[in-house]
């Protein structure tokens, strides 16, 4: 693993022995070696050296943060209810052809759509109306899935680059 103080340099040479980074969960801000760590793995993917990104839960937002037009302003701290929360994914059209969704038996997917099968435990996220409004997420990122707090409030919770291995999962 790349240790979140890293160095610039510490990051670059751990990032040339690795073929993909993974945005665990957790509670912190946004910086140190995650922002190094993606600005590579663009760089990489730019020169087509597939280098895939997963992010989960507080990985999901810093994507979300990274590829927005405006890194603070994307992010909504506080606004969800989502705290031990099972849910069914709210799917959008997109999701069955997509390229992380696409491959999921139509039954499994609609268990998904249909079943509270997913966990959340968060109270940032990203609201789907910012993330439309936003032009680095919404040119470059699809919503493949919202889910709503306990109050109702909708947030985006699966997303895929369009052109780029990047996925992430709220």
Avoid at 45 to 73: H, K, R
Avoid at 83 to 98: H, P, V
Avoid at 115 to 125: E, M
Wanted: hydrophobic share 40%.
């Amino acid at each position: 693993g790349v240790p979140f103080g890293a160095t610039p340099e510490q990051t670059e040479a751990l990032f040339s022995q690795m073929n993909g980074v993974l945005f665990p969960g957790g509670a912190t801000e946004l910086g140190g070696s995650a922002r190094i760590l993606f600005e590579l793995a663009e760089a990489a993917n730019a020169a087509d050296d597939f280098f895939p990104v997963w992010g989960t839960c507080l990985g999901f937002q810093w994507l979300m943060q990274l590829g927005s037009s405006n890194e603070s302003g994307a992010l909504c701290l506080g606004c969800f209810d989502a705290g031990n929360l099972e849910n069914a994914l709210e799917l959008n059209q997109t999701a069955s052809s997509s390229r992380l969704l696409g491959s999921i038996s139509p039954e499994l997917l609609a268990i998904a759509g249909s079943d509270a099968i997913t966990f959340n435990n968060h109270h940032d996220g990203v609201r789907p109306a910012v993330f439309d409004a936003d032009p680095g997420l919404s040119t470059n990122w699809s919503i493949l899935s919202t889910n709503r707090g306990r109050d109702g409030e909708e947030y985006v919770s699966t997303v895929e680059h369009k052109s780029r291995p990047y996925y992430g999962i709220q």
